[in-house]
């Protein structure tokens, strides 16, 4: 079920229209502040890999623009289980602000000092705190809804005291106020800095979570299925999708959301699969797979018309295949290959172009070429060279051999034509995901044992983050973002 919530109107206020609407809180009693969260992991998922030492006790994050605090939200007095929903809330915008870097953040235990009076924040105590903007809510309940309002007051400069931002946020709910959070934040970011957050987007993955036993036809190395699933951008809401008891890898989001591509051994070999999370319905095989013919690793056209993957020969080459959505058109992309491997194709951004791996030079190394297969050009000539995902940022990421036991992320950067490497070397890190903006790539990664989900930022490489904790975990995949178009 998708959630969709509402942006009623626009309530930014001048300073006597605030005045006047501090009588809403009348008769209302602050139940939460971000002051009585902790920095312990939270239960939204996210946990930064490495944290530093615990920073100054007033201002958290890495953003190199204004300070933002967080006041609180305030709720009916007596409503416990609205309170809680909103102590929930007020986490969890924290953390989706904190993860886009756009602000530095007066911390959780630094807002835990300060009261909040009905009639708003008063700007002094955050200015002592060092915090340029304040951001208060207040909520209540429409019907099985909520209504949400959020305003940030500027304490600082020309405009303080005065609302820089107001919105009313309809159709939240009880029963899942994460999502109110995600809105909410990707909404703030848009208006206030024209960034396209991530924090509605999600994460696709496979996973040993559930110790299913694997079925069907035995495998080298017996044990638990790797089943697919999907959660929120940190990892919290994780929910299953398949449990056919098989090898489940490499998903990949439809532009609309609504689709997933995977690879499965359900039939005995590797074919492409389609399912659709939230409407339900029968899975599809668009590749049409059998015992002579193995497909894998598919990406959607941006345009959602079209799934390009890897599909092997009676002889045991691959080959990169384009499709159509409805399983007709198929159609070899590199035909001309065949003592090659060519394959883990992704699409441009614009769809005009793919990036594949292809071992015609001796290592596996990334290449690209028109649509249509012509114009094949060569990218890399280092180590060898896997899972190319392309960014509408003007780069590629992908996993480079850096070491006899591992392999970093690295980025090819178009404009500077350079190959970076963003991971450190802990471990072996893999299967990189570009983030619908381009600022964040998901990954795999070793360092703490069993495969684990986690993300980066581009082009820092930095802010290492923790997103999956159970089981054994890989081949994340980023959703677009509700909204937002590569």
Known sequence: MTLRISVLSNFVRTSAQAAAAAGILAGTVS???AASLTSSPPANGLQAAQRPAQLDLSMEGRGNA?????????????????????????????????????????????AAMVSTPASGPVPGTWVALGADLVLTGVARRVGQHLEVDVTVMAVTGSSAGEPVFGRRYRNCTLENPRACAHFIADDFHKAMTGLDGVAQARLAFVSTRDALRLAGRPVAE?????????????????????????????????????????TSW?????????????AGGPRSRLAAGSDHQHNELA????????????STDSRGYRDVVVVNRDGSGRRN??????????????????????????????????????????????????????APAWSSRGYIAFALQTSSAGQDIAVYVFQTQEVRVLTDGIGSYGSPSVAPNGRH????????????IATIDYPTGTNLRRVTFEGANSYPSWSL??????
């Open 333 to 386: 992309l590199t035909p001309n290959t065949p003592t090659w491997d060519d394959g883990a194709p992704t699409w441009s951004p614009n769809g005009q172009q793919i990036a594949f791996t292809s071992n015609r030079s001796g290592t596996n190394q990334i290449y690209t070429m028109s649509a249509d297969g012509t114009l094949v050009t060569r990218l890399t000539f280092g180590a060898h060279s896997d």
């Open 441 to 452: 790539i998901a990954l795999t990664a070793t360092r703490w044992g069993q495969e684990q």
């Open 481 to 486: 973002t509700p909204g937002v178009q590569r």
């Open 299 to 310: 990406e959607w056209s941006p345009d959602g018309t079209r799934l390009v993957f890897s």
């Open 66 to 110: 204004q300070i933002l605090g967080i006041a609180g939200f305030t709720a009916p007095a007596g409503d416990q289980e609205l309170a809680d929903a909103l102590h929930l809330v007020a986490s969890v915008l924290w953390d989706d602000i904190d993860f886009e870097h756009e602000y530095r953040q007066v911390s959780r235990e630094a």
């Open 266 to 278: 359900e039939s005995g070999f590797q074919d492409i699969y389609v399912i659709h999370p939230f």
């Open 31 to 33: 139940l939460l502040s």
């Open 222 to 262: 017996p044990g638990v299925s790797k089943e697919v699933y999907f959660a929120d951008y940190d990892g919290a809401n994780p929910r299953r999708i398949t449990a056919n008891r098989h090898l489940n890898i490499a998903p990949a989001w439809s532009p609309d959301g609504r689709s997933l591509a995977y």
